[in-house]
């Protein structure tokens, strides 16, 4: 047994009319709806801002869409530690250090360092946070 997929109609806030304005101002899928912005809406549809922003977050929703707000970002790159590397001029080159909850690759030849700087960033990482 499907589910049956949900439509612009679905949504919270849309009526038949709405529906219509919103069509009429091509936000006649989820998707045109999960990418618009409150604004956009409230000015094609004559809806509340409200109302917009719970529409944009259904279609979201149903579309398993990870869009995060600006406000989102930033309170998660707040958490982010730039771990130094021992050098002056390398956390320069860096902007600070590696950053924390990253993914760094280093390559170079045999005897470059690559394996130094795993060792320093280890300890570096641990000392500044023991916990």
Known sequence: MTEKEMTVLDLPGVGAAT??????????????IAVSTPGELVESAGITETVARKMINAARNEL???FESGEQVLKRRERVIKVSTGSENFNKLLGGGFETGAIIECFGEY????????HILSVSAIKANPD
């Open 64 to 66: 398993k869409m990870g």
């Open 111 to 118: 005897g470059s360092g690559k394996t130094q700087i795993g």
């Open 19 to 32: 529906a219509e304005k919103l069509a009429e101002s091509g936000y006649d899928t989820l998707m045109a």
